[in-house]
C-alpha cells in the first residue's frame, strides 16, 4: 500500500463515513482513467523530477568528499557541472510534470462538470425549488473548482511528496539504519497527528462552503429581481440582508482559516523537532568516524529537504480537505434520484395524441391538495381551453402531463401510454410547452430559438417563422438570426417573447401543445400576430390552452373549468355557451371576466 493510500484510509477511518478513500479512488478511477495515457506520461515525469532531487545531494557529497581527498581541479569541475545539469534539469522535468497535472487535472474536472450538469438537468422540480439557482451555480462549478486541486495538485504533490519522502527515508537508512528508523518513525507519528487535526477541520470547511454557496444563491436572487428592488425602494433593507449574510460567510471563512493555520504550525514544530533529531544523529556518526563530512552534509539537506516535502504534504491535506467537503456535497447532489423516474420507454402513436386523466389526484410537498379526482379525455387534435380562478390547478395539471411532477393517485395516458412508462426525453419531445416566462439565453436569435443545437439549419428555421406568418416581423429584426437578445429577455416585449417560444416549439414539431396564454395586456399588433402564430401552431395538433381571457378561447372545440383543484365543467364550448346555467355562459355574460380568470 502507497503512503498516500495509507493516509486516505486513516483519513477515511477518523472523519464522518461520509467520503470514504473507496470513493475517492472510484473518482480517481472515472476521470483519471480514460486519460491513462495522459497520466502515465505525468507521473513518469513525476518519478524523473523526484529521483533528480534525490540525487542532487548525492553529487554535491561525492564534490564534498572528492575536495577532501584532494581531488583534480578537473574531477571537481565535472562533479560541480553535473549538479548543474541535474539541477536544472529536475526543473525542467518538474516544470512539464505540473504542465501535464494541470491538463490532466482540468480535463477531469470539466468531465465531472458536464456529468453533474448533465445530472441536474434530469432531476425533478422539486429538487430545483430547493435550491436557488446560485447555490447550484456553486455547487457545480465552484465545489468542482476545488476538485481541480484533487486531481492535479494532490496528485503532483501527495504522490511525488509522498514518494520522494519515502525515497530520502530509504536513502537516509542505507547510510544509518538507525538514522533511517528513528526518523520514519518520527514521520508516521507526525503524519498520524496531522490526519487527526484533519478531522476537526473538514466540518468547518463544509460550513464556509455552504455559506459561500447561500451568499452567491443571494446573488442571484437580488439580479433576478433588481426592477423590484429599485420600484419597492426595499434596496436598504437588501442590503442589510446582503451584509448579514456576508458576515456568516466571514465568521465561516475565519474558522476555516484557524485549523488551517493550526496545521501550519504543526508542522513548523514538527519541522523543529526533526532538525534537532537529525543534527545530533549526523553529528555523533560524524565524530565516531562512521560518516564522512560529504554524508553529514548529505544527510542534513536530505532532511531539509524531507522536511520542506512533509510540510507540503500537510497543506496538500489541507487541499484535500476542501476536496473532501466538495466531494460531500457533490455528493449529495449525486444521490440525490429524481421524483420522476425514466420508464422503461413505450412507443407513441404517431400524429396528435390523446390525453386521458384517470382519477388523478396532486399535491406538492406541502402535501395540501391542488388537484383531486381528476378524470377526463380528450380526443387527439382537439384543442381544450382551460379556465379558472388563479390557483385553481391550471398549471399543476398541465406540469403533469410534462412529467414535470407524477400524480399522488392515478394515472394519465398519452397516445394510449402511460406516462411513467414513457422516457421523459420522448415524452417531453413530444409535448411543447408555451409559457407565460419565455427563458431566454444571452445569444443570438437562432441559438435562442434551436437551443443551440446545431443540426437545426437556418432554412428550416426560416420555413418555421414564415409558416407562423411571422415572416414581416422576423424581417424587421435588425440583424436576422444573428441579432443578440439579452438573457431573460431583457429588451424584448412579453409579446414578442411569446412569439419566440412559438417559433421554438414549431420547430419541435410536438403532438401535444399547452399553451399557458400571457397575462400581460399586449399591444393590438402583436396580439394579432400570437393569434395568428399560434392557430397555426396548433394546427393538427392536441392542444391545452391556459386562457385568461376569454377571447383566446372563442375557437377551441371544449372548454374545461376547474374551482380549488376539481373539474366542475368539462364538455362542448358551443354547449356550455348555450347552457345559460354554466359557468362559462355566466362569464360570457360578464362585463370584466378577466377579473375572475387573471
Ligand atoms: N411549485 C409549487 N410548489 C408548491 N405549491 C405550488 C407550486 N406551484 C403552485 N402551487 C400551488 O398549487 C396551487 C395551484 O397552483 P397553479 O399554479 O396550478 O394554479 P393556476 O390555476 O395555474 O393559477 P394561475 O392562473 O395564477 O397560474 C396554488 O395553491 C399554488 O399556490
Not at 313 to 339: D, G, K, P, V
Not at 564 to 576: F, H, K, N, P
Request: proline residues 3%; negative net charge.
Amino acid at each position: 500500500m502507497k503512503l498516500w493510500q495509507f493516509l486516505l484510509s486513516l483519513k477515511a477511518r477518523n472523519s464522518p463515513p461520509r467520503v470514504t478513500s473507496r470513493q475517492y479512488l472510484t473518482l480517481l478511477r472515472t476521470y483519471l482513467g480514460p486519460q491513462r495515457l495522459r497520466v502515465a506520461v505525468m507521473a513518469l515525469l513525476l518519478f524523473a523530477s523526484i529521483a533528480m532531487q534525490l540525487l542532487g545531494p548525492q553529487i554535491i557529497r561525492v564534490f564534498i568528499d572528492a575536495f577532501q581527498r584532494g581531488a583534480t581541479q578537473q574531477v571537481l569541475t565535472l562533479t560541480a557541472l553535473l549538479y548543474l545539469g541535474v539541477a536544472i534539469g529536475g526543473r525542467l522535468v518538474s516544470a512539464l510534470a505540473a504542465y501535464f497535472c494541470e491538463d490532466v487535472g482540468w480535463r477531469a474536472t470539466n468531465w465531472l462538470r458536464e456529468d453533474l450538469t448533465r445530472h441536474c438537468l434530469n432531476l425533478d422540480r422539486t429538487f430545483h425549488s430547493s435550491y436557488t439557482p446560485g447555490e447550484l451555480i456553486e455547487r457545480v462549478d465552484g465545489n468542482v473548482d476545488s476538485l481541480a486541486n484533487f486531481f492535479s495538485r494532490f496528485m503532483v504533490l501527495v504522490l511525488g511528496n509522498a514518494l520522494l519522502v519515502l525515497g530520502i527515508l530509504v536513502l537516509m537508512a542505507r547510510e544509518n539504519a538507525w538514522l533511517g528508523i528513528v526518523m520514519g518513525a518520527y514521520l508516521v507519528i507526525s503524519i498520524i497527528a496531522y490526519v487527526r487535526v484533519q478531522k476537526f477541520a473538514i466540518p468547518y470547511y463544509k460550513k464556509h462552503q455552504q455559506a459561500e454557496a447561500v451568499l452567491s444563491g443571494f446573488w442571484g436572487e437580488l439580479l433576478a429581481s433588481l426592477e423590484d428592488i429599485a420600484s419597492s425602494g426595499a434596496a436598504p433593507y437588501i442590503l442589510r440582508r446582503y451584509v448579514q449574510l456576508q458576515r456568516q460567510e466571514n465568521t465561516a471563512e475565519i474558522k476555516r482559516t484557524f485549523y488551517w493555520t493550526s496545521f501550519e504550525v504543526s508542522g513548523l514544530a514538527i519541522e523543529v523537532v526533526s532538525m534537532i533529531f537529525a543534527l545530533i544523529i549526523s553529528v555523533y556518526l560524524f565524530v565516531h568516524g562512521s560518516i564522512t563530512l560529504g554524508t553529514l552534509v548529505l544527510l542534513l539537506s536530505y532532511n531539509s529537504l524531507m522536511l520542506d516535502y512533509t510540510f507540503e504534504l500537510t497543506e496538500q491535506f489541507s487541499a484535500l480537505q476542501e476536496a473532501t467537503a466538495s466531494i460531500e456535497r457533490i455528493n449529495e447532489i449525486y444521490h440525490t434520484a429524481s421524483q420522476v423516474p425514466d420508464g422503461p420507454g413505450v412507443s407513441f402513436p404517431t400524429g396528435a395524441l390523446d390525453i386521458a386523466f384517470e382519477e388523478v389526484a396532486f399535491h406538492y410537498e406541502s402535501a395540501q391538495p391542488v388537484l383531486r379526482d381528476i378524470s377526463f379525455e380528450v380526443p387527439a387534435g382537439m384543442a381544450v381551453g382551460l379556465i379558472g380562478r388563479s390557483g385553481s390547478g391550471k398549471t399543476s395539471l398541465t406540469r403533469l402531463l410534462m412529467r414535470f411532477y407524477d400524480p399522488v393517485v392515478g394515472s394519465i395516458c398519452l397516445g394510449g401510454q402511460d406516462l411513467r412508462q414513457a422516457w421523459l426525453e420522448d415524452l417531453r419531445q413530444r409535448v411543447g410547452l408555451v409559457t407565460q416566462e419565455v427563458q431566454l439565453f444571452r445569444a443570438t436569435l437562432r441559438e435562442n430559438l434551436t437551443f443551440f443545437d446545431e443540426r437545426i439549419d437556418d432554412e428550416r428555421i426560416l420555413a418555421a417563422i414564415t409558416q407562423l406568418g411571422l415572416y414581416d416581423w422576423y424581417m424587421r429584426l435588425p440583424e436576422g438570426l444573428d441579432t443578440p437578445l439579452a438573457s431573460n429577455g431583457a429588451g424584448l416585449s412579453a409579446g414578442e417573447a411569446q412569439l419566440l417560444a412559438c417559433i421554438r416549439v414549431f420547430l419541435k414539431d410536438p403532438q401535444l401543445i399547452i399553451l399557458d396564454e400571457a397575462t400581460s395586456r399586449l399591444d393590438p399588433a402583436t396580439e394579432r400576430l400570437i393569434t395568428q402564430a399560434t392557430e397555426r401552431l396548433l394546427r393538427g395538433r392536441t392542444a391545452l390552452i391556459i386562457a385568461h381571457r376569454l377571447s383566446t378561447v372563442e375557437r377551441v372545440e371544449r372548454i374545461m373549468v376547474l374551482e380549488a383543484g376539481q373539474i366542475v365543467e368539462y364538455g362542448s364550448r358551443a354547449d356550455l355557451a348555450g347552457d345559460p346555467a354554466s359557468r362559462y355562459a355566466r362569464l360570457l355574460q360578464m362585463t370584466h371576466p378577466e377579473e375572475l380568470l387573471a
